[in-house]
């Protein structure tokens, strides 16, 4: 089970992950996909195989599709847990895009309302 490091005041949890893909910035060979598990206003959670080299503090951009929609993040990852032939990141993201922080902003709304 992941520990979870970041305390925050609502965190979305999507019932299906999205789909997605990174690539780190500095060492652009470096990519593959993943899955965005959550998000909140200060970063996001994702997994992806085990077989990848992800690593505390690797600046990384990613980008993942919401409702039809590809939406882009750039962060630094700020804790990394192999699990399962898995591994599960943290992602703090350095800036969300006017976009997402709305989407972020509406899905805590519907989140709050449940």
């Known amino acids: 089970m992941t520990h979870e490091r970041r305390n925050e005041p609502f965190r979305y949890i999507f019932e299906k ?4 893909f990174y690539q780190h910035k500095l060492n652009r060979d ?5 899955q965005v598990v959550d998000i909140s206003m ?8 085990a077989t990848k080299s992800l690593e505390m503090k690797d600046e ?8 039809n929609e590809t939406l882009s993040a750039e962060g630094r990852l700020i804790w990394v847990n192999e699990e399962n032939g898995k ?7 350095l800036q969300f895009s006017e976009r997402l922080l709305r989407i972020i902003d509406h899905l805590g709304e519907n989140y709050r309302i449940k």
């Open 87 to 93: 591994i599960t990141c943290g992602l703090h993201v």
């Open 30 to 34: 470096q990519k593959g996909s993943l």
């Open 42 to 49: 200060n970063g996001l959670r994702f997994s992806c195989d």
């Open 60 to 67: 990384v951009v990613i980008t993942f599709i919401y409702e």
């Open 17 to 20: 992950p999205l789909p997605g």
